[in-house]
């Protein structure tokens, strides 16, 4: 991948997949590189697939931020906040929280500006309002969200 070469690095990422199919980093690397290549429809799938047996806390908030970027870029701006707010509330502190805190506050910031230009008649959105500007969603919201969009919600156990 680091080379340029893309397709090669993705047949070499898929066989390791398939030799070994839980795992998270090769997941990880997987979606990266479907990232890379600007296939986000694999990248999100690649991402999926490892959430499923994410279990480590900073993996879990990793792949939440790589699934809230991949939502965002594609105009899903609602999932990609509940991507983002899972990611920051993942049980305890990771490296990812405060990037993650960051991304949904831009992107919270992004449908005030919105809204704001637009005299508040924008459409209605999941967020809730205070002082007419858009709050982070509930966690329970968030994670039912994510479950109806197909997204595995991780870890599956304590």
């Not at 047949?11 to 986000?40: K, N």
């Amino acid at each position: 991948m680091k080379l340029g070469q893309l397709d090669d690095a993705l047949r070499e990422l898929q066989e390791l997949q398939r030799i070994s199919p839980t795992s998270v980093q090769g997941g990880i690397a997987e979606a990266m590189a479907y990232s890379m290549a600007g296939d986000t429809a694999r990248a999100v799938e690649s991402i999926r697939q490892a959430l499923m047996f994410a279990v480590v806390p900073d993996e879990v908030a990793f792949l939440y931020c790589l699934l809230g970027q991949m939502f965002a870029m594609a105009g899903e701006i609602e999932t990609a906040i509940d991507c983002y707010y899972v990611a920051s509330t993942v049980g305890v502190q990771t490296e990812y929280t405060s990037v993650a805190r960051q991304a949904m506050e831009a992107l919270l910031a992004q449908i005030g500006a919105a809204r704001d230009g637009q005299d508040g008649q924008g459409e209605g959105s999941f967020t809730a309002t205070v002082d007419a500007q858009p709050t982070a969603p509930s966690r329970e919201h968030a994670l039912g969200s994510l479950e109806a969009a197909g997204i595995p919600i991780a870890p599956r156990s304590r």
